[in-house]
Nanobody
Framework: QVRFVESGGGVVQAGGSRRLSCAAS????????MAWYRQAPGKEREFVAR???????NFADSVKGRFTIDRDNVRNEVYLEMNSLKAEDTATYYC?????????WGQGTQVTVSS
């Protein structure tokens, strides 16, 4: 069964950094594209960053230049490095496949940016 377990969230001051991790299982990880998504209170879940099986990446305009994404195909993990955090980055962050997420969302990890 497909499973994603996100971790690394917490409270961070505006301008600070945070690194999120996601462990994937039940999928052929190295051959699929992965992405991070986020959902802020009262808003729809949105795309944040993607890393293809080749290692190429793309980002939402709102995080471009501040966030990076990478993956470890041995550990079946994907990471999101977040820098220069802003209050508007406050959300629950999820990982999943890209471009079409699987229906098996994890519990997410909450990131709260305090100003």
């Amino acid at each position: 069964q497909v499973r994603f377990v996100e971790s690394g969230g917490g409270v961070v001051q505006a301008g600070g950094s945070r690194r999120l991790s996601c462990a994937a299982s039940g999928i052929t990880f190295s051959s699929i594209h992965m992405a991070w998504y986020r959902q802020a209170p009262g808003k729809e879940r949105e795309f944040v960053a993607r890393i293809n099986s080749s290692g190429s990446t793309n980002f939402a305009d709102s995080v471009k230049g501040r966030f990076t994404i990478d993956r470890d195909n041995v550990r079946n993990e994907v990471y999101l490095e977040m820098n220069s955090l802003k209050a508007e980055d406050t959300a629950t962050y999820y990982c999943n496949r890209a471009p079409l997420p699987s229906p098996y969302w994890g519990q997410g990890t909450q990131v709260t940016v305090s100003s």
